[in-house]
Every structure is written in structure tokens, then in C-alpha cells.
């Protein structure tokens, strides 16, 4: 399965922004004031705050539906959270259809 | 920058490799009492204790030492872990010298 994004909790998205791309030397994907996208080589850092969503990995999964009921997002992707038997939050993220197959 | 691994906790590596190998549909790539390596698609995920490690995520870095003294690892890696401004623990990971420019 690949790894979309790790979303890391920080109290305010613009410093965040601005010591993620200087440190990682990543891109901004998107920002706005309640959550930032951040491309690396291999995957994605969100940075969210702690009032929006927990701390948690996003895997990509054609079949997310089967690990619950799924939230459309404005993208088009839809996705839901589970935890893992040990405390960890998953987000199991699918894809926005692309038509690719028309 | 490239994302090596995340590293999550769990209480009892055992149970958590076989519940991350079977959800992920990842591979093993190493596994001892403390802590195991899973290899996904696009990274890898540590399984660790909380005893050992804190939650993290780990970058390769060429240039490592330049966020702190390293730490050399049995194979052959060194890194040297961080805290970023918002309270999320980061690993700069150096990796082993191959020899490929003999």
C-alpha cells in the first residue's frame, strides 16, 4: 500500500509552512489557514491543527470503503478514519475517480 | 527530502507486525523484540516500543550531522533526532556508505 501523507498536528499552520519547506526542502501542494499540504520525494506532509484532525497516516487504497463509511472531500477523494488495535489513528484515503477509463 | 521511515508505537511488536503486514500488505524487513521494519510501497514504517523510541518520522539526509552529533547505527547508518518548533520528533538519517565511488 503506499503512504499519501503522515498529517503532523502544529498549533499554527504558517510557521509551519514556512520551517517544513526550508527544512525539507518541500513544496506547497496547498495551504490555507486550517491545513497545509506539503509534497517531499516519496509522499506528503500535512500539517493540520490539533482542533481539526488528530496526528495520523494516510495510505491510498482503491478499497478504502471497506474500512468504513467514507467522507467525500472537496477533491474528490474520499476517505475514512480508523485506529489501529494499539492507538494509532489511519486514514485510508481513495482516490478521485479520474475517468481514465472512459 | 526523502522520507526513510515513520515510526510508530505500540505496546507488543508481535501482534502489531502481523496487524500492519496484513492491513498494509507490507513486507518484513527486519524484526527483533524491540522494534520491527516494514516495508511499504513508496516508505517504510518502524513498529517501535515506547520504552526506546518516541513517535517520529525519519528523512534521509546526506547531510545529517548538520542538525547534531550523530548516533551510528549496527548497519552502518547514523542519524540524530531533533525536535521540531511544534513538538514532533524528527530523525535526520544518514545513510551507509556503500562504496560505490572506490
Redesign the interface.
Known amino acids: ?3 499519501h501523507h ?1 498529517a ?4 499554527d499552520i504558517v ?2 509552512v514556512k ?2 519547506v526550508e ?4 513544496d506547497i501542494a496547498f495551504q490555507d489557514e486550517t491545513w497545509a499540504l506539503l509534497d ?4 506528503s ?1 500535512a500539517l493540520v491543527l490539533p482542533s481539526q484532525h488528530p ?1 495520523h ?1 494516510a ?1 491510498e487504497s482503491l478499497e478504502a470503503e471497506k474500512y468504513g463509511d467514507l467522507t467525500t472531500h472537496r477533491d474528490g477523494t474520499a476517505s475514512v478514519y480508523v485506529q ?5 489513528t ?1 486514514e485510508f484515503l481513495k482516490p478521485a475517480a479520474t475517468g481514465a477509463t472512459l
Do not use: S
Not at 527544512?23 to 518541500?26: D, S
Not at 517531499?40 to 509522499?43: A, C, G, L
Open positions: 500500500m503506499r503512504l503522515i503532523l498536528c502544529v498549533p510557521p509551519a520551517w517544513y527544512t525539507l526542502n518541500a517531499i520525494e516519496n509522499t506532509i496526528p497516516m495510505f489501529d488495535p494499539f492507538g494509532n489511519i
